[in-house]
Structures are given as C-alpha cells and as structure tokens.
C-alpha cells in the first residue's frame, strides 16, 4: 500500500485502555429504549442491546488498530528501517499479536454474556450478567496497557517517516553538516526545509522534486554525516545511510570550500571517503557549495584536499551554475536507466 494512503487509513491507538472502555460505557448508555413488553424480558432485551453495543466500540477499535497498523515485513526496506531506528519489532509484533487474541476474548465474553443475559430467570440475573460483561471487559483491556502504549508509539512513528515515493529515481543529498545541503534542495525544488546558520538542523530526511526534461527526480536532503564508521552512526545519520542505501541512483555530495560550516576540508574529505568507500557501487558528484564566497585559496585548498576531484562549483543561496549541476544529474539519472 502506498505510504501516504496507508497514513490516512490508520487507526490510532487510544494511549491508555480505559478510554477505549470509556467508550463502550458510553455507547452502552445510549442504547435505544427496549420494546414495551413484559418487565422481565424488556430487562433482558435492554440488556443485550447494551452489552451488543459496547462490544461493537471495543471490537471495531481494536480490529481497526490491528489492521491498519504497519505491517513490517510489507513495508519497503527503507520505511521498515528507518522505523526499526526507534522502535522495537519483536516487542510491537508480539503487541499486535496480543491486540488480536484480545478481540476473540472480548468476543468469547460477550457471547457467554448474551447467552446469560438471554437464559436470565429475574431480573438481577440479567443486571449480573452485564455486569459481568463490563468488569471481564475491562479486566482484558487492561492486561493491553503496555501494548496500547507501544502500538501508539509505532503508530506515532511511521506516522514521522517521510512521504518518500520509491517508485522513481532517487538523489541523495548529503555531507557534513552545516555545508548548504538544505538550502540545495530549496534551491533546487519546491520543497522548504529549515534553513539555520548552524549545524545539525537537519534531523529528519526532507523531500523535493526536479522536474527533469524527460522526467522528474526525487532530492532527499539528509542530516549531516561525521567521520565516524557506519556501526558508530547515530540515529538521526543513519537516515542517511539507509536512504543511500535503499533508494540513491546518486548521491550529491556537498562540499564547503570556505570551512565556514565549522569543519575543515580534511573532515568533510573524510566524510565523503567514508561515503564512496562503503558505497562504491553509487556514482557521487561532488557539489563544491558557496563558491560567491570563496577565493582562490579556498579553491586551492580544496583540489589539494580532495586530490582534483571533480566537482560541480555553485552557489545554492545566489541559486549560481545551478543549470550545469542539473544536467550532471540528469546525465547520471539516464545512464543509470539505460544499465538497469
């Protein structure tokens, strides 16, 4: 299912059972008004048509959280992933498992109660018999606390990802932070992320589309990346690395010649050495950013660092030499078509 349908069709989890069991109190308290028949049947039928009601509230909630919540081995590997970054599967997988058997509890309970209601020989047999019903109810739906919470935070989560469409061609953006990587892909697209004269503002991947001449591409700005290995990554970098690793056809990488982004060339060509090591098989651009403010120094500085890379110099804030880093990407876009 596509991840924005499936966002719209979640049922959330309340955050604690007894507001579900407040709910079916209350769809119990406004039942119709039993037929005028005789005392002790019209007490049986009022009843049956509150228990009937209260069970439909708690049945359909909990059949809707169970199924409308992600279902992990269905999702792409890259949603799957970027979840299991603050949730745990065996934990929420056993839950949702729980949430199930408790329906056909529920649904045990309310059969034996309606059959007790429907067998009652007085009237305080079929009040007992409701009774019954709301406190064996109420018993199950609190043995769920724990799970309501983790199913809620699970929900809450895929809820965060990003609405990445993996049906077409993907370019990453990424590089050290604080080099120009969100103002790139303003520049670039539509999209509007946070722009901050500071590092680490990026923590959550951010999406844009470039219409190309004969089709459109999908830019994903990253959080920055350190020097660091890929098992030392923490959660808001590894968003990167899976979106390289999922869904890149490209990987922009950002460079700032300047060193005003507050890390030195050596850092950011360590980054990117880190980045091209682990995934060779990806072709990188280098986007040598914010050359209206660089000299020649700078510029020297650079080739020395990065051993005459190449690279594409612009300016995403002036939006300078924008034209030749878009016909580089769609050069590699088509190339990487026409191999697959």
């Given amino acids: 299912m596509n991840i924005e349908l499936q966002k719209k069709k979640m049922v959330l989890a309340y955050r604690e059972p007894k507001d579900l069991f407040e709910r079916a109190v209350e769809a119990c308290k406004r039942r ?56 745990d599967p065996n934990e929420y997988k056993k839950c949702a498992a729980k949430l199930a058997s408790a329906r056909k509890i529920i649904r045990k309970i309310y059969s034996e109660s309606k059959r007790r209601i429907k067998s009652s020989a007085s009237q305080a047999e079929a009040v007992k018999a409701r009774r019954a019903f709301f406190g064996r109810t109420l018993s199950v739906l609190k043995s769920l606390e724990n799970c309501f ?56 991947l951010q999406v844009g589309i470039l219409d190309l001449k004969w089709s459109r591409v999908q830019l994903l700005d990253t959080p920055g990346l350190l020097d660091t290995p890929l098992e030392e990554k923490n959660r808001i970098e590894l968003q990167a690395v899976l979106a390289i690793r999922h869904i890149s056809k490209l990987i922009l ?22 980045i091209a090591g682990n995934f060779p098989h990806i072709r990188q651009i280098i986007v040598l950013n914010k050359i209206d403010a660089a000299n020649d120094e700078h510029l020297t500085r650079f080739r020395q660092v990065f051993q005459n890379l190449e690279f594409i110099g612009i300016s995403a804030e002036k939006k300078q030499n924008l034209e030749k880093l878009i016909e580089a990407i769609e050069e590699a876009i088509e190339e990487k078509t026409r191999k697959v």
């Fill in 32 to 87: 119709p008004p039993p037929p005028r028949v005789e005392k002790l049947e019209r007490m049986r039928l009022d009843a049956q048509r509150c228990i009937e009601r209260s069970f439909k509230v708690v049945d359909t909630r909990l059949r809707a959280i169970v199924e409308t919540s992600p279902y992990l081995d269905d999702l792409h590997p890259l949603f799957r992933d970027l979840l299991l970054l603050s949730v």
């Fill in 149 to 204: 919470s983790t199913v809620r935070n699970v929900q809450e989560a895929f809820l965060k990802l990003p609405e990445i469409d993996t049906e077409i061609p993907s370019v990453v953006i990424a590089g050290a932070p604080n080099v120009g990587k969100s103002t790139l892909l303003r520049a670039l697209t539509n999209a509007k992320p946070k722009v901050s004269p500071y590092p680490f503002t990026t923590k959550e």
């Fill in 253 to 274: 990488f950002v460079v700032d010649p300047t060193e005003m982004c507050g890390f030195p060339l050596e850092y950011q060509r360590a980054v990117y050495t880190g």
